[in-house]
């Protein structure tokens, strides 16, 4: 996920050449503002999606239904993020050295997820009241026993190491090559997902284990849209009809499968599933084809908040747990503000906005410590 503001954020004009399509207008000091954009978008989606959580199993049937409704309208986010560094990866045109590739990003990946690692795991030892331990640490570490916000960068780096060779099959105009390879990555988990709901089976592990995960499937998307002239008959409002149309049916066949005992989890709640490939999409495009009428100021705003993000992602559970009361520093547990505040319908809206603007401004302040900045890249 091109969270920081390195290369891919601030990419050469070969780079913004190679990714700014006929549609992808408005770059702002070599950057693409639709992209910017998208990314906060992305990671105010994350913020609101785990704000509003607690609601999902709330015996209220409004309440659920309001959780379901707000969790299955951010399920792009994550897909997102990673059609967002695909397109930006891809459509690199440099010429990319191995150790400088490998070593400037996972610096970037490795030291952020052992410091934050180690916060996470200091709360969760302080909650259930034992004492911090190394060997327990390191166990939960490297075995992904828990890795709790965490758990998309341990994924990252492993398209990280993939990117070496994913660009040269894919960078540039190859254009059938990545649509052959969209189409098999998500034929199959559109397959999948035909099979669990027929028979609450999944598809054979020998099959889907021989083809690359899903996230690859994005990765390689958010390429191909950002480079190919695509135009969605009907628009803008076409694009925002399909978004609202999978989300609608997404949720309610979640609802259906909360009194379905037969049903496997989370086969709708699931970022590979056949509706949420085309909402991600959808929306991708949609921010594709927008050309905003913002003044330079405003969208050095949205920059800047882009380059914060990935600190957003990091520390925003960490926030989450301060303004909800669960660390009672700024509020007592159950007086904080969370999904429940106001409303069902409102309170996870309220949070997460409140959650993204506290990440924002934890990850700016520490971005000026130089001892800490590494941290938040």
């Not at 920081?4 to 549609?23: I, L, Q």
């Not at 327990?136 to 890795?147: A, E, I, N, P, V």
Request: aromatic share 12%; charged share 10%.
């Amino acid at each position: 996920m091109t969270f920081n503001n390195g290369s891919s954020s601030h990419p050469a004009p070969a780079a913004t050449a190679a990714t700014a399509g006929p549609a992808s207008a408005n770059p702002v000091g070599g950057r693409l503002l639709y992209l910017d954009l998208l990314r906060c978008l992305s990671l105010l989606a994350v913020t609101v999606m785990h704000s509003s959580a607690p609601l999902l199993f709330s015996q209220d049937t409004g309440h659920l239904v309001a959780g379901m409704v707000y969790s299955t309208a951010c399920l792009f986010c994550v897909p997102a993020l990673l059609m967002i560094s695909g397109a930006l990866m891809l459509g690199d045109s440099r010429p990319m050295n191995l150790s400088k590739f490998y070593g400037k990003r996972f610096v970037k990946i490795l030291i952020p997820l052992l410091a934050w690692s180690v916060i996470y795991y200091l709360i969760l030892v302080l909650q259930v009241g034992t004492l911090p331990n190394v060997n327990s640490f390191l166990k939960r570490f490297f075995t992904g026993l828990w890795s709790g916000p965490l758990w998309f960068l341990y994924m990252i780096v492993g398209v990280y190491l993939m990117v070496p060779f994913l660009r040269p099959a894919f960078g540039g105009r190859a254009t059938q090559r990545c649509l052959v390879f969209v189409g098999i990555v998500f034929g199959l988990q559109a397959l999948n997902f035909a099979t669990r709901l027929i028979w609450e089976l999944e598809l054979n592990h020998f099959l889907t284990g021989a083809i690359v995960p899903y996230y690859f499937g994005y990765f390689v998307l958010g390429h191909l849209l950002n480079s190919v002239d695509f135009k969605m008959p009907g628009g803008r409002p076409a694009l925002a009809a399909l978004f609202l149309a999978c989300a609608a049916i997404t949720t309610g066949g979640e609802f259906m499968a909360k009194g379905d005992n037969t049903m496997l989890p989370n086969t709708f709640f699931s970022y590979q599933q056949p509706l949420v490939v085309s909402m991600t999409a959808a929306i991708f495009l949609f921010f594709k084809g927008w050309q905003p009428s913002m003044t330079r100021k405003r969208a050095r705003i949205v920059n800047e908040l882009s380059c914060l993000s990935y600190g957003v992602f990091l520390s925003h559970i960490l926030v989450l747990m301060l303004l909800s009361g669960q660390i009672p520093l700024i509020f007592k547990h159950g007086s904080g503000l969370d999904c429940w505040s106001v409303n069902p319908w409102v309170g996870p809206l309220l949070a997460g906005l409140a959650i993204f603007a506290g990440a924002a401004l934890l990850t700016a302040g520490i971005k000026r410590v130089p001892g800490l900045r590494k941290i938040v890249p």
